[in-house]
């Protein structure tokens, strides 16, 4: 497709159950981003892939959130153990290349919610 | 740390009234700064953008000019349509990572 898309678009599951979310971003966009984006705040960066450098991880907020990037293209954002708090919007984004000031495209959103 | 810190809302607005959304920033360097949109039920999108000091982003009528003196990006809109009715963050971003450092967001309601 031309834009980012994300799956599931909705989700609901129970605290304590592992949830997969996925992104498959624009292609040939060499960067990747996810955030989160939670009622009533603002965007939580969470994690950015850039080419094959290795991930800037410093916004995950615990070890029971991973991510990674298969060849380059498509990636999957793992949450274990859900909790209530990780209720929100995760939005995944890309953009072409490193340049500073580039446009970032965002997908509609995976939109958990853990009961 | 870089931040970006802007009005809260909701802002409440009659169609045609002038709009003003502040937006101040912190940053190491020489940032970039956004403004995106989130239109209900849509996705984020770019709204305008400026990269270097004293650039004016404008798009859809909004403006919004780089002023490094005040380190802020205010949007404005001359005449607001109920068709703006959105969410709108203030972004930055630094150096060659393009990570975007988002504001809290501010709603924007605009009435007949």
């Known amino acids: 497709g031309a834009g980012v898309s994300q799956s599931p678009s909705n989700k609901v599951t129970e605290k304590g159950k592992d949830v997969e979310l996925r992104c498959d971003p624009i292609s040939g966009h060499t960067a990747l981003y996810w955030y989160r984006q939670s009622l009533g705040q603002g965007l939580e960066f969470l994690i950015y892939f850039q080419g094959n450098s290795a991930p800037d991880k410093s916004g995950l907020p615990s070890d029971r959130f991973s991510a990674e990037r298969t060849g380059g293209s498509v990636s999957t954002l793992t949450i274990q153990r859900t909790q209530q708090e990780d209720s929100a919007v995760y939005l995944c984004?890309?953009?072409?290349?490193?340049?500073?000031?580039?446009?970032?495209?965002f997908g509609e959103g995976s939109w958990l919610t853990v009961v | 740390g870089n931040s970006v810190t802007q009005m809260e809302g909701p802002v409440t607005l009659s169609e045609e009234a002038f709009l003003t959304i502040n937006c101040t920033y912190t940053a190491t360097g020489y940032p970039s700064l956004f403004w995106y949109v989130q239109y209900p039920g849509e996705g984020l999108q770019l709204l305008l953008k400026a990269t270097k000091a004293d650039d004016k982003g404008s798009n859809k009528g909004f403006e919004a000019t780089y002023r490094k003196e005040t380190t802020s990006f205010h949007l404005e809109k001359g005449s607001v349509q109920v068709s703006d009715s959105a969410v709108y963050f203030c972004a930055l971003s630094t150096g060659n990572t393009d990570k975007l450092i988002f504001g809290t967001g501010t709603r924007l309601q605009v009435f007949p």
């Open positions: 984004a890309s953009t072409p290349d490193r340049v500073s000031g580039n446009t970032i495209y």
